[in-house]
């Protein structure tokens, strides 16, 4: 269940320069990275091959970098439930910066402030400034800011 409901633009607006929650952590296991190397047709070895990997700087697997992208509209949903919508569009991603590896079995989460809200014209574009955090890692999986459309009824 979401930690936060926004109801409408004006709802969403007082929450500018704050930051909104953190997600409940979600493993990542070899399984995920499996499936996402199916999906993408991405099956380099240091993702799927765990006893060459083992081998390697990082000693195991590690996802994909975009894996751990994909999960954000998930482990967002956990933050916020946005209300009164008729659809959401994924807009954009600025100053993605992949900063450490997800290892397999890792656990990451989301940490989440609201940069900016602007109204189009009837469309509200959000900015989040977001950050995967890694269980027991000082240092971020990625940081970004990511930008999505909510079309409120």
Known sequence: MAQLVINSHAEFESYIGQELGVS????????RI??????????????????????SSFGTT????????????????????????????????EKLKFNQPVKVNNEVRLKVKLTSLSNLRGITKCQLNV???IKDNP????????????HFK
């Open 24 to 31: 409940d952590y979600l493993k990542i296991d070899q399984e």
């Open 34 to 55: 499996n499936g996402f190397a199916e999906a993408t047709i991405d099956h380099q070895w240091i993702h799927t091959d765990p006893e060459r990997a083992a081998a």
């Open 62 to 93: 590690i996802a994909h970098g975009y894996l751990t992208v994909s999960i954000l509209p998930y482990l967002w949903e956990q933050i916020a439930q946005i209300n009164n919508i008729k659809m959401m569009i994924n807009y954009g991603i």
């Open 131 to 133: 950050k995967l955090e």
């Open 139 to 150: 240092k971020p999986a990625f940081t970004g800011e990511f930008i999505f459309l909510y």
